[in-house]
């Protein structure tokens, strides 16, 4: 367990088996409230410089109820990833689904999009941690990858997102690079406007990011 920094606390006793066992699915108010909390400071202050106190101050509860619910700050960054994963990785699924080609590229960038806009926090926490290999999260960071660019790797063996689905079974370097691109470049500018231009509607943003990657036409259907 961890407080400000990165030194190990032990939980009170119980804590741990019980938050281990707790799902983002039967997540309660009280715990909501602390991930809400948790992710506002991730966000403004970065995961280093907020600690365990600052997040229980924040979301007006006990430290031991952070405990309890996450088991560590590390605990509270894996259940951002992994509940931003599920979601966007449902959406994506959903909006792609039986597309291939720019079709689905750009049912990608308008989810992740749309979801930034919905949660701008969590995108600005995921951007800042999502090519950090020395954090004991990785592997929710690699999840979160995985829902995002999975889909998109289809596209270089002519599947379709859904007959791969989140699962990267036909990845190659050419096409996780390509993944990459989409997924940086959208990210990176769905920051620079929900930060410094969030008067911009969805709808402009989402264009502007279409026609800098080429995706602002699509060939015609058959």
Known sequence: MTTGGDVPVEPQSGQE?????RSPGR????????????????????VSATSVDDIALASGSAKGSVYYNFTSKAGLVEALMDEHAARVSDSIRDASRGLTGAALQ???????????????????????????TDRSWRESVSSWRTALMGPLDAIESGSSAEETGSVVSKESPDSRIGAAAI??????????????????????????IFRTLGLNSLPPTE
């Open 17 to 21: 088996s019980h938050a281990l066992t």
């Open 183 to 208: 997924v940086g470049a959208t990210l990176i500018a769905g920051l620079e406007w929900l930060i410094f231009h969030p008067d911009l509607p969805l709808d402009r943003v989402e264009d502007h």
């Open 27 to 46: 997540r309660g108010a009280t715990a909501q409230s602390i991930l809400d909390a948790a992710t506002h400071l991730f966000a403004t202050r970065g």
């Open 106 to 132: 750009r049912a990608v960038v308008a989810t992740l999009l749309a979801d930034m806009h919905e949660h701008p926090d969590s995108a600005r926490v995921l951007a800042s941690e999502v090519f950090r």
